[in-house]
């Protein structure tokens, strides 16, 4: 029996290898962009255009006449206004292996969020670090605003 | 006007501290979900429509926060909102990898929908009921997603921003115990943003 279940495992891990629908690692795309925003991942920086791909360590910044929207593939939704820099430190959204997290954390600017399917598995999985606190949320959308006084 | 006054003392007597807010929200469909914002001074609670809290501010002191401090402060974070994602369930017939008549109706409105949106990327998700064991529907799902997707072949999308998923028994539409047979948790979830 044992052997038959990894059997069926490794059938569908080829299977899904050879899927002609390639994966790649990204975890969102921008799909809004004004004036200057960038998003900078492995040591580079590019500037944030329609579909700039989003993956695990990114970080977005906007300048101060910018805004930018990412969805990400749970369809969990943020924007941010301008001035503001925001890294997704962490992002997990595999159910099936109860793997779900979203973790990002914010030096300053504003920013709107709107909860996707993360928050409605798992909502405990959401926490967004901020200089001076913790916010977490229970499936919902909500706006914050982050005074840097350094 | 009872919730205005406060409101109006925090954010303008506390002056010199930071300033650093969140401010609830609601949900599309108009409910109202929680927030949960945590300092160095203890833990608040928000739940209501633009309930909001300082974040370094002791437990407990949230205020309303004005519509017209909302669309000052946060405007152009609102206004870069991205198109809300749009979401089909696809069913098939019983048993078979047949999809019902409205669900094949639907393959040209995805179509549609992912040659209307800018810079689309597109997700189609197998999901079971709850009968069977995990890594049994998790296969299954990803049969019905592989199926699914094949109807896409020629859809004007790079393939790269197509991502083939199963989540098996564990993102149920309608929740329900371990081996419960629901027709409608059978499905796969296509998803275009």
Same mark, same amino acid.
């Given at each position: 029996?044992?052997?038959?279940?990894?059997?069926?495992?490794?059938?569908?891990?080829?299977?899904?290898?050879?899927?002609?629908?390639?994966?790649?690692?990204?975890?969102?795309?921008?799909?809004?962009?004004?004036?200057?925003?960038?998003?900078?991942?492995?040591?580079?920086?590019?500037?944030?255009?329609?579909?700039?791909?989003?993956?695990?360590?990114?970080?977005?910044?906007?300048?101060?006449?910018?805004?930018?929207?990412?969805?990400?593939?749970?369809?969990?939704?943020?924007?941010?206004?301008?001035?503001?820099?925001?890294?997704?430190?962490?992002?997990?959204?595999?159910?099936?292996?109860?793997?779900?997290?979203?973790?990002?954390?914010?030096?300053?600017?504003?920013?709107?969020?709107?909860?996707?399917?993360?928050?409605?598995?798992?909502?405990?999985?959401?926490?967004?670090?901020?200089?001076?606190?913790?916010?977490?949320?229970?499936?919902?959308?909500?706006?914050?605003?982050?005074?840097?006084?350094? | 006007?009872?919730?205005?006054?406060?409101?109006?003392?925090?954010?303008?007597?506390?002056?010199?501290?930071?300033?650093?807010?969140?401010?609830?929200?609601?949900?599309?469909?108009?409910?109202?979900?929680?927030?949960?914002?945590?300092?160095?001074?203890?833990?608040?609670?928000? #739940?209501? @429509?633009?309930?909001?809290?300082?974040?370094? $501010?002791?437990? =407990?002191?949230?205020?309303? %926060?004005?519509? /017209?401090?909302?669309?000052?402060?946060?405007?152009?974070?609102?206004?870069?909102?991205?198109?809300?994602?749009?979401?089909?369930?696809?069913?098939?017939?019983?048993?078979?990898?047949?999809?019902?008549?409205?669900?094949?109706?639907?393959?040209?409105?995805?179509?549609? #929908?992912? @040659?209307?949106?800018?810079?689309?990327?597109? $997700?189609?998700? =197998?999901?079971?009921?709850? %009968?069977?064991? /995990?890594?049994?529907?998790?296969?299954?799902?990803?049969?019905?997603?592989?199926?699914?997707?094949?109807?896409?072949?020629?859809?004007?999308?790079?393939?790269?921003?197509?991502?083939?998923?199963?989540?098996?028994?564990?993102?149920?539409?309608?929740?329900?115990?371990?081996?419960?047979?629901?027709?409608?948790?059978?499905?796969?979830?296509?998803?275009?943003?």
């Amino acid at each position: 029996m044992l052997k038959l279940r990894l059997l069926a495992l490794f059938a569908i891990f080829f299977v899904s290898a050879g899927s002609s629908f390639a994966q790649n690692n990204a975890i969102g795309y921008v799909k809004t962009v004004q004036g200057n925003a960038t998003v900078t991942g492995g040591g580079q920086s590019v500037s944030a255009q329609l579909g700039t791909p989003v993956q695990i360590g990114s970080v977005l910044r906007t300048d101060k006449l910018g805004s930018m929207g990412v969805t990400f593939k749970d369809n969990t939704i943020i924007s941010l206004g301008p001035n503001t820099e925001i890294t997704v430190d962490e992002y997990l959204f595999a159910p099936e292996r109860d793997e779900l997290k979203l973790g990002a954390s914010m030096t300053r600017g504003t920013l709107n969020y709107v909860s996707g399917i993360i928050a409605k598995l798992k909502p405990e999985a959401i926490s967004l670090k901020t200089p001076t606190g913790i916010i977490g949320v229970r499936g919902t959308h909500f706006l914050t605003k982050i005074e840097n006084e350094d | 006007m009872r919730w205005f006054l406060p409101a109006v003392i925090v954010l303008f007597l506390s002056g010199c501290a930071n300033q650093s807010y969140v401010v609830l929200l609601p949900n599309d469909d108009g409910t109202i979900g929680k927030v949960f914002v945590t300092g160095n001074k203890g833990t608040t609670l928000l #739940e209501k @429509n633009q309930d909001g809290v300082l974040i370094d $501010s002791p437990a =407990g002191q949230s205020f309303i %926060v004005s519509k /017209d401090k909302i669309t000052k402060d946060f405007g152009i974070a609102l206004a870069a909102t991205p198109e809300k994602p749009l979401v089909f369930l696809l069913y098939f017939e019983t048993g078979g990898t047949k999809l019902t008549s409205e669900s094949r109706a639907d393959i040209p409105r995805i179509m549609a #929908e992912i @040659n209307r949106r800018p810079a689309p990327d597109f $997700s189609i998700i =197998g999901h079971t009921d709850t %009968v069977g064991s /995990d890594d049994d529907n998790v296969a299954l799902g990803l049969k019905r997603a592989r199926f699914v997707a094949e109807l896409f072949d020629g859809a004007k999308i790079a393939r790269d921003r197509i991502n083939v998923a199963s989540h098996g028994e564990k993102n149920l539409l309608i929740p329900t115990r371990d081996n419960t047979p629901e027709p409608r948790n059978r499905r796969v979830e296509a998803s275009v943003r």
